[in-house]
């Protein structure tokens, strides 16, 4: 059973950074796109990142220039830097990856972690 593992949240003040870390384990398949998303309190999850297999990005609007996702393809792994923390950051972060395996495409993720940007 294929399992996400995020790490690297806490409580930041604003203006400082975080790094985030997605790690997988057990049989995933391969690996079509690697995602982050983040949850607010009494808000619906947003979409904050992607990295596809071919290495193209894409970002938020209200995180670019500020984020930056990058992944580790022999580890299965996928990051999230986030510089120049805001309170509207705050926010449980989700990893989402997506991966084909006996030619069904599953999307797995993670528990979440939570970041707290403090005023």
């Known amino acids: 059973q294929a399992r996400l593992v995020e790490s690297g949240g806490g409580l930041v003040q604003a203006g400082g950074s975080l790094r985030l870390s997605c790690e997988t384990s057990?049989?995933?398949?391969?690996?079509?796109?690697m995602a982050w998303y983040r949850q607010a309190p009494g808000k619906q999850r947003e979409f904050v990142a992607s990295?596809?297999?071919?290495?193209?990005?894409n970002y938020a609007n209200s995180v670019k220039g500020r984020f930056t996702i990058s992944r580790d393809n022999a580890k299965q792994a996928v990051y999230l830097q986030m510089n120049s923390l805001n309170p509207e950051d705050t926010a449980v972060y989700f990893c989402?990856?997506?991966?084909?395996?006996?030619?069904?495409?599953?999307?797995?993720w993670g528990q979440g972690t939570q970041v707290t940007v403090s005023s």
């Open positions: 057990g049989t995933i398949g391969t690996i079509n796109s």
């Open positions: 990295v596809i297999s071919g290495g193209n990005t």
């Open positions: 989402n990856i997506q991966a084909r395996r006996n030619a069904v495409t599953w999307a797995y």
